[in-house]
Nanobody, 126 residues
Framework: QVQLVESGGGLVQAGGSLRLSCAASGRTFSNYVMGWFRQAPGKEREFVATISRLGGVIYYADSVKGRFTISRDNAKNTLYLQMNSLKPEDTAVYYC???????????????????WGQGTQVTVSS
């Protein structure tokens, strides 16, 4: 299995930027489809972005498209989420997740992800 640890969250003003990181350990990082999800208070966890094993295929939620960029460095076993033009509605706990399936390049389905980090809080003030 793989262990995931997120970092980089914090408090930022609207319009600002943050870069989240997700460090992976354990099995070979490049074997996993990776994703970012978020959960705001009182809401269900939702999909943010996903990236294929080698980074060539990427998909975003409409709410973050054009503002967020997902990337991965398989040599460093690390997943990233660059978040620009942040809005108060982006406030949430952000989670990275790993999917070991070999059946697709990426997935937005939260149920398909097998391993999760503990989350990092992102708060955007207005």
């Amino acid at each position: 299995q793989v262990q995931l640890v997120e970092s980089g969250g914090g408090l930022v003003q609207a319009g600002g930027s943050l870069r989240l990181s997700c460090a992976a350990s354990g099995r070979t990082f490049s074997n996993y489809v990776m994703g970012w999800f978020r959960q705001a208070p009182g809401k269900e966890r939702e999909f943010v972005a996903t990236i294929s094993r080698l980074g060539g295929v990427i998909y975003y939620a409409d709410s973050v498209k054009g503002r967020f960029t997902i990337s991965r460095d398989n040599a460093k076993n690390t997943l990233y989420l660059q978040m620009n033009s942040l809005k108060p509605e982006d406030t949430a706990v952000y989670y990275c997740a790993a999917d070991r399936s070999e059946n697709y390049y990426y997935t937005t389905d939260i149920a398909e992800y097998d391993y999760w980090g503990q989350g990092t809080q992102v708060t955007v003030s207005s």
